[in-house]
């Protein structure tokens, strides 16, 4: 058997670098420390996608508006997720259907195709420089059962909600991916591609140009209710905001317990290749495009936004770990998909934290004045664009702002205060679970 966790020989570990490659390229600006205001009528804590997209709308609706955000522009998620743009609900309809009726089930999963409409539309027509590629993704088949269960699928698609999927049989999978590893699957053509850190600094820029104001490297600490609304404590000294909402996602920290014992931050790893030429990507992946594959520990990959790399992402650990340490089994992981890339360097190799739900939905709404708008499940690329413009809508007032998750019931679980415990035997079990095929 093979060991997943030996380093190879290609790799030299100090030459690695743990800063996700999509900030190589593109540099975190400065932001001004300017002193803060003493009064704000939205205060967002988190400048990720969910922060600024809510600040755009709160701004360009009147308010004064401060974004904070306790590390660097880029620290969060939005800085270093895999770029996949995807119909991201994991409930099935007939799942969320049991739970809140067929009507407002359909109204669900139309908001998710919503928000991939929302950032095509930002990329495509309103300038938001990503890098957008519309090259779909590949979900290859596990299994030979799991290619079975998703042609079924891709053949009886919810009338309202099609995509268009091709189901690709595993005789014809080498023209989407160089490897007979899966047994088949399935191209989504209406997936995309972006590079997150340059949609992160677009979205800085159409919060900045709708007059918010953004601050990095200033945590809040403490948020207190008071006359009028809130005082809130934060790095830089105490201020007032009229509405304040908690865009946190896979990071919640201890400033509001209710919301931390309802977020359970997962990391996601992700390692680089070393530049391979354009012709050697398309050479492994012809169409450029994503691919994920149908395990209970996903795997997800594509080229880089210049073409030049394979990045490879999973839940690569059983408990969090140094990214450094993953890189042996991503590694691994990588290669045996495609053993082609045995002798090839890692360069990089990151760690972010996504945020998971208990019923695996995103929730947006208001509790006791104090807003949020978390919980992408690992999907919060086309999501929280989306629902962070919904929530900030909904900060000002505004009937467009209502979407058909407003408040819905956003579950804990006894005995979880925001430490995910139970995270280790989970990874086991599924791990135990895809290596028996099931
Ligand atoms: C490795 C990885 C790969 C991923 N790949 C994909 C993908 O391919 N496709 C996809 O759809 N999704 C993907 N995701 C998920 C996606 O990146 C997130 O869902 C999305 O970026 C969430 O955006 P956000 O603004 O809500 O949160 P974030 O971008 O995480 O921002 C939250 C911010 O809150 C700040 N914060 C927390 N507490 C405080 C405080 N007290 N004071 C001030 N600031 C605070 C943090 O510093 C952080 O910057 C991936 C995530 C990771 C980690």
Same mark, same amino acid.
């Given at each position: 058997?093979?060991?997943?966790?030996?380093?190879?020989?290609? &790799?030299?570990?100090?030459?690695?670098?743990?800063?996700?490659?999509?900030? &190589?390229?593109?540099?975190?600006?400065?932001?001004?420390?300017?002193?803060?205001?003493?009064?704000?009528?939205?205060?967002?804590?988190?400048?990720?996608?969910?922060?600024? +997209?809510?600040?755009?709308?709160?701004?360009?609706?009147? $308010?004064?508006?401060?974004?904070?955000?306790?590390?660097?522009?880029?620290?969060? =998620?939005?800085?270093?997720?895999?770029?996949?743009?995807?119909?991201?609900?994991?409930?099935?309809?007939?799942?969320?259907?049991?739970?809140?009726?067929?009507?407002?089930?359909?109204?669900?999963?139309?908001?998710?195709?919503?928000?991939?409409?929302?950032?095509? +539309?930002?990329?495509? %027509?309103?300038?938001?420089?990503? &890098?957008?590629?519309?090259?779909?993704?590949?979900?290859?088949?596990?299994?030979?059962?799991?290619?079975?269960?998703?042609?079924?699928?891709?053949?009886?698609?919810?009338?309202?909600?099609?995509?268009?999927?091709?189901?690709?049989?595993?005789?014809?999978?080498?023209?989407?991916?160089?490897?007979?590893?899966?047994?088949?699957?399935?191209?989504? /053509?209406?997936?995309?591609?972006?590079?997150?850190?340059?949609?992160?600094?677009?979205?800085?820029?159409?919060?900045?140009?709708?007059?918010?104001?953004?601050?990095?490297? =200033?945590?809040?600490?403490?948020?207190?209710?008071?006359?009028?609304?809130?005082?809130?404590?934060?790095?830089?000294?105490?201020?007032?905001?009229?509405?304040?909402?908690?865009?946190?996602?896979?990071?919640?920290?201890?400033?509001?317990?209710?919301?931390?014992? %309802?977020?359970?931050?997962?990391?996601?790893?992700?390692?680089?290749?070393?530049?391979?030429?354009?012709? %050697?990507?398309? +050479?492994?992946?012809? /169409?450029?495009?994503?691919?994920?594959? +149908?395990?209970?520990?996903?795997?997800?990959?594509?080229?880089?936004?210049?073409?030049?790399?394979?990045?490879?992402?999973?839940?690569?650990? $059983?408990?969090?770990?140094?990214?450094?340490?993953?890189?042996?089994?991503? %590694?691994?992981?990588?290669?045996?998909?495609?053993?082609?890339?045995?002798?090839?360097?890692?360069? /990089?190799?990151?760690?972010?934290?996504?945020?998971?739900?208990?019923?695996?939905?995103?929730?947006?709404?208001?509790?006791?004045?104090?807003? /949020?708008?978390?919980?992408? =499940?690992?999907?919060?690329?086309?999501?929280?664009?989306?629902?962070?413009?919904?929530?900030?809508?909904?900060?000002?007032?505004?009937?467009?702002?209502?979407?058909?998750?407003?408040?819905?019931?956003?579950?804990?679980?006894?005995?979880?205060?925001?430490?995910?415990?139970?995270?280790?035997?989970?990874?086991?079990?599924?791990?135990?679970?895809?290596?028996?095929?099931?």
């Amino acid at each position: 058997m093979r060991d997943l966790n030996r380093v190879n020989d290609a &790799d030299s570990i100090a030459d690695i670098t743990t800063t996700p490659l999509w900030q &190589d390229h593109v540099a975190a600006p400065d932001l001004p420390e300017r002193p803060l205001p003493a009064e704000v009528d939205a205060l967002i804590v988190g400048a990720g996608y969910t922060g600024l +997209s809510a600040a755009r709308e709160t701004a360009a609706a009147g $308010l004064r508006t401060l974004v904070l955000d306790a590390g660097a522009m880029g620290a969060g =998620c939005s800085g270093r997720n895999g770029g996949q743009v995807a119909y991201s609900l994991k409930p099935s309809l007939k799942t969320l259907s049991a739970r809140h009726g067929e009507k407002r089930a359909f109204a669900i999963c139309e908001e998710a195709r919503a928000a991939i409409q929302y950032l095509r +539309s930002l990329a495509t %027509r309103e300038g938001v420089d990503c &890098d957008w590629r519309e090259s779909g993704c590949f979900y290859g088949a596990y299994t030979a059962r799991h290619f079975t269960g998703m042609a079924r699928e891709a053949e009886r698609q919810i009338p309202g909600l099609e995509q268009r999927i091709t189901v690709v049989p595993r005789s014809q999978q080498r023209q989407e991916i160089a490897t007979d590893y899966y047994h088949g699957g399935c191209v989504y /053509h209406d997936d995309a591609a972006v590079d997150p850190m340059k949609l992160l600094l677009a979205l800085l820029r159409r919060a900045q140009a709708s007059g918010a104001t953004v601050r990095d490297r =200033c945590a809040v600490i403490a948020i207190r209710r008071s006359r009028g609304g809130f005082e809130v404590l934060t790095g830089a000294g105490t201020l007032k905001a009229r509405k304040v909402l908690l865009a946190t996602n896979g990071y919640p920290g201890k400033v509001s317990p209710w919301h931390r014992r %309802r977020v359970i931050p997962i990391g996601s790893y992700q390692i680089a290749t070393e530049p391979l030429g354009t012709e %050697r990507v398309l +050479s492994l992946i012809p /169409h450029g495009r994503n691919i994920v594959d +149908s395990r209970h520990i996903v795997v997800y990959f594509r080229p880089s936004a210049d073409g030049e790399r394979i990045v490879f992402g999973g839940r690569a650990a $059983l408990a969090e770990k140094d990214p450094i340490a993953c890189v042996a089994r991503l %590694r691994a992981m990588m290669t045996e998909i495609f053993p082609q890339l045995q002798p090839v360097r890692i360069t /990089h190799a990151w760690v972010g934290c996504v945020a998971y739900t208990f019923d695996t939905m995103p929730h947006l709404g208001e509790r006791d004045g104090l807003f /949020h708008c978390m919980g992408y =499940c690992g999907q919060g690329v086309p999501l929280a664009p989306y629902f962070g413009s919904k929530i900030g809508q909904q900060m000002a007032g505004l009937a467009q702002g209502r979407t058909a998750l407003d408040d819905l019931p956003f579950p804990s679980r006894p005995y979880y205060f925001g430490r995910p415990w139970f995270l280790a035997p989970s990874v086991w079990a599924y791990r135990t679970m895809d290596a028996l095929g099931w």
